[in-house]
């Protein structure tokens, strides 16, 4: 049976009269157990992967737009379907810069630094620049 019991000094100490495993039984069977034994048995460790993504409006070419998701071929022609507000009056879109985040979490802080002041700067000058002539 376990006890709520202190972590330093002598009241951290286990009764002599009974062992402390190392492990409660709950770790040995629960839902971690079973993720961690799945993913063990697949073969491979597969995660999605988060894109940010910068699309631009064919019509309408000083128009871009900034977003992140888990399907980018799914959402572009979602963007083209009309099926966004924010992108609907716009379309068509052609996808422009991309850029893929093993983390969700990262992705989304990436998206929300492109769409800051600074982070707009940024893109126009390093991701969505036009090719130009070369300097002679």
């Known amino acids: 049976m376990w006890y709520l019991r202190a972590t330093r000094g002598a009241a951290a100490q286990c009764p002599k009269s009974e062992a402390c495993p190392a492990k409660p039984t709950w770790a ?8 961690a034994s799945a993913k063990r048995d697949s073969g491979f460790s597969w995660a999605p992967m988060w894109c940010v993504y910068i699309i631009r409006s064919i019509n309408f070419p000083e128009q871009e737009y900034i977003g992140a998701t888990a399907d ?32 969700k979490y990262a992705a989304l ?3 929300k630094y492109l769409k800051s002041h600074s982070g707009r700067a940024f893109a126009k ?4 620049r036009e090719a130009r002539a070369p300097v002679q």
Do not use: V
């Open 28 to 35: 040995k069977t629960g839902w971690r157990a079973k993720w």
């Open 72 to 103: 980018l071929e799914r959402r572009i022609p979602d963007h083209n379907a009309g099926k966004s507000t924010h992108t609907a009056k716009f379309k068509p879109w052609e996808l422009i810069w991309y850029c893929a985040f093993p983390d």
């Open 109 to 111: 802080e990436f998206e």
């Open 125 to 128: 000058k390093r991701l969505t």
